[in-house]
């Protein structure tokens, strides 16, 4: 009994052992354990690198001078004011439509025998392009022309009785109810050949009507009827559709603010130019003048509607093709031109950094009047050769020392000209901050 009770007590001395190096086996590698010892391990390190390394960083950023604090000159590029004559152009979106669209159709009925046109040929008026058989239209005219030569030989034998009747009224031998008579019959067939003779100019005219011709000069399109297909009059489905492409004409609005320059201008007899250029505004596509203006502003968009005419020889506009329309509204003559570049707005108004001299800028104050993306106008404030700054204003104030990199002096800026030699603002603000990281590596 002694032995037996011995013997449990080691067994359950050694399950509770085994217990214990499970369970401290489990502990190590735990997930969660691991985690929290590998990131205190990680925050250990990374503690340890900065420390090692705030000594360093401490002198990086002491020797880095702050935003718009750089103690050399300012790289920027220069171009002259100028002198010359400024477009004041009111863009519009427009819609090419063409001043006639005819739909062809067959004014008789009948099997169609010919088309004498090809898809998208430009054609003249009065041009055959296709023929109803005629045969049944001619033998209607020969019957018309039958019935009328009966009756005109009808009223030929009236006409001589009438005349011998005459004779013999004035010899006394008939009674007048005769001649009357024989008059009226006269006057009957004379009714008769001239419904006749509209019979027969009816036939010719379906007759006519078989050979199908263009009413106007024009390109026509794609035929819809081929060879063989009964035709019936006036259908529903044309034959094809001719346009009328040269000359054109160019549907645009302009906001009512826009209309009394314009319309002085042309109600005083002057011929306006409008210039039509492709959806992308890139391409001029068409010159043209102004040739009408509607009568009423819509009230739901406070827009007038013009219409522009085009020669268009070259065809280069289409009908419902949409272009952007620039009407030349006014010309200023011999005014001040500035780049639009180098015109800078601020809370006390419009101003420009004007080189004095080859190494200091100015700010001076500026009153402009019309502008585009290339140039504006100067009204008061710079005089032409006044020597402005394009790019690198954004590190500029009044008096700051700069670095001409590129003065454009001999190229004059005109309106729709871009200047010549003068990169995207881009590429100059990478070579600026080139610039100032090479002199705080200087300094």
Not at 267 to 281: F, M, Q, T
Request: charged share 20%; hydrophobic share 40%.
């Amino acid at each position: 009994m002694q032995s037996s009770g011995s013997r449990n007590s080691r067994r359950w001395l050694i399950s509770l052992l085994v217990l214990l190096i499970v369970a401290g086996v489990c502990w190590r590698y735990w997930p969660g354990s691991s985690a929290k010892t590998d990131a205190s391990a990680q925050q250990s390190g990374q503690a340890h690198k900065g420390a090692s390394r705030s000594g360093g960083a401490g002198k990086v950023a002491g020797q880095r001078p702050g935003f718009g604090g750089a103690t050399g000159p300012v790289p920027v590029r220069v171009a002259p004011a100028t002198t010359g004559d400024f477009p004041i152009y009111y863009k519009a979106l427009g819609t090419v439509t063409a001043m006639n669209t005819i739909n062809v159709r067959s004014r008789v009925a009948g099997e169609l025998m010919k088309i004498n046109f090809q898809e998208g040929q430009q054609v003249k008026a009065g041009d055959l392009l296709a023929v109803i058989d005629p045969r049944s239209y001619q033998i209607a005219l020969q019957q018309a022309e039958g019935t009328l030569m009966q009756n005109q030989a009808l009223l030929k034998n009236a006409q001589i009785d009438v005349q011998r009747y005459r004779d013999l009224y004035k010899e006394d031998s008939i009674a007048k109810q005769t001649l009357d008579t024989a008059e009226s019959l006269v006057g009957q067939y004379q009714g008769t050949i001239k419904t006749n003779q509209a019979a027969v100019g009816d036939a010719r005219l379906n007759l006519d009507f078989t050979q199908i011709r263009a009413p106007i000069s024009g390109r026509i399109g794609l035929r819809q009827l081929d060879v063989g297909n009964l035709v019936a009059a006036n259908d529903t489905t044309a034959l094809a559709v001719i346009t009328q492409t040269k000359p054109i004409t160019v549907n645009f609005t302009l906001p009512e603010k826009d209309l009394a320059d314009v319309i002085g201008h042309y109600r005083s007899g002057d011929k306006l130019l409008v210039e039509a250029w492709d959806r992308g505004d890139v391409k001029l596509q068409a010159k043209g003048v102004l040739a009408s203006i509607d009568n009423q502003i819509d009230i739901t968009t406070g827009t007038l509607k013009f219409k522009a005419r085009f020669d268009n020889d070259n065809e280069a506009l289409f009908p419902n093709q949409f272009v952007n329309a620039r009407l030349l509204a006014n010309t200023l003559k011999n005014v001040v031109l500035v780049p639009s570049a180098a015109v800078q707005f601020g809370v006390n108004g419009t101003f420009v950094y004007v080189m004095e001299g080859d190494k200091k800028v100015r700010i001076r104050s500026l009153k402009t009047g019309p502008g585009d993306e290339n140039s504006t106008v100067v009204t008061e404030g710079l005089v032409a050769g006044d020597r402005v700054v394009l790019e690198g204003t954004d590190r500029l104030k009044d008096g700051s020392d700069v670095d001409v990199v590129n003065d454009s002096k001999d190229v004059p800026v005109t309106p729709g000209q871009k200047l010549q030699g003068q990169p995207s603002k881009d590429k100059a603000s990478g070579e600026s901050a080139n610039a100032a990281t090479a002199q705080k590596g200087n300094v």
